[in-house]
């Protein structure tokens, strides 16, 4: 399952943190309950459906295509992005947002997982299912497993409708070429050089369900990511993202699956005073602290 100068966005997008832990993370469960206010200034513009049906791709596989395509935009402006560190970019807007506190939901989280993939699964066919669903898909899709295209095939018809996979697959696989890889710094088969430790992973923050029936939801989630080449004499170090992920959701086969998908950049906070850290500190950070599968 977004990158302008300094993020993951839809303008541009953002190609996703850890969405697919690699072999041999522990996996949790995190449940965590997200305010649930009435309007938020935060919230995704509605997108008008689309029109009549004609030749080619339908108009829902299109969105769908276009809504995950989005994640490489941010992965080439990450590559055009030279070394060094990135613009400030901060927000000055004087709105103030009511602190809530975050606490466990009275939901046990989900324990099924996909066989193929790990992704959590089995999700309830409830709001609070459909954000737990869309949560768990933010970070599949972000991870550095869609590099990869055994498992991007396997992340994508495990997360997505089977009426939408089978486009998306041909769109992503095109887009993740030779040359895409090699402007990201990456070597032409996805893997990183030598020496270096490619990073991609994502944190949700929060979630809220926008649109609600029995059969479809609408769930925007908030996150967080890193991305970047981690490791001694890499130009493009790993640094943080901040975008929203609305993904529509269909109930489908017992479960809750991404009918289309769309990103945005931010909303992202002031940047702390907090140190950045050296290479190796990142290095050793990346490979010592697995990706985290989150359930509402």
Not at 16 to 35: I, K, M, Q, V
Not at 148 to 168: F, G, N, Q
Not at 189 to 211: E, H, N
Request: glycine share 16%.
């Amino acid at each position: 399952m977004s990158l302008g100068d300094d993020g993951y966005g839809q303008e541009p997008g953002r190609p996703g943190g850890d969405y697919d832990e690699p072999a041999g993370y522990d996996r949790h469960l995190t449940r965590t309950r997200l305010p649930e206010g009435e309007a938020d200034p935060y919230g995704p513009n509605r997108r008008p459906r689309g029109g009549g049906r004609g030749g080619g791709l339908s108009s829902r596989h299109l969105i769908t295509v276009v809504g995950v395509v989005v994640l490489l935009i941010a992965a080439i402006a990450f590559a055009n992005r030279g070394g060094g560190s990135s613009s400030d970019d901060s927000d000055t807007s004087g709105g103030k947002a009511s602190a809530q506190p975050t606490a466990p939901t009275g939901v046990k989280p989900v324990t099924g997982k996909d066989g193929a993939t790990g992704i959590a699964s089995g999700f309830a066919h409830t709001e609070q299912g459909a954000q737990s669903a869309a949560s768990n898909y933010a970070v599949a899709l972000g991870g550095d497993g869609m590099f990869k295209t055994d498992t991007r095939h396997a992340i994508v018809d495990s997360v997505h409708t089977p009426d939408a996979a089978p486009a998306l697959q041909t769109a992503l696989d095109k887009a993740y070429s030779a040359d895409f890889f090699k402007n990201v710094g990456l070597n032409t088969d996805g893997s990183a050089p030598k020496g270096l430790t490619f990073v991609s992973r994502t944190v949700p923050v929060g979630t809220k369900a926008t649109a609600y029936s029995d059969d479809e939801a609408t769930v925007a989630v908030w996150c967080t990511g890193l991305v970047g080449l981690a490791g001694q004499g890499s130009t493009k170090p790993v640094t943080q993202t901040w975008f929203t992920m609305t993904q529509k959701l269909r109930w489908v086969g017992n479960d809750w699956k991404i009918a289309s998908s769309d990103q945005k950049q931010g909303p992202a906070p002031v940047s702390g005073d907090v140190p950045a850290a050296g290479a190796e500190e990142i290095t050793n950070a990346v490979n010592g602290y697995g990706g985290f599968t989150y359930a509402r």
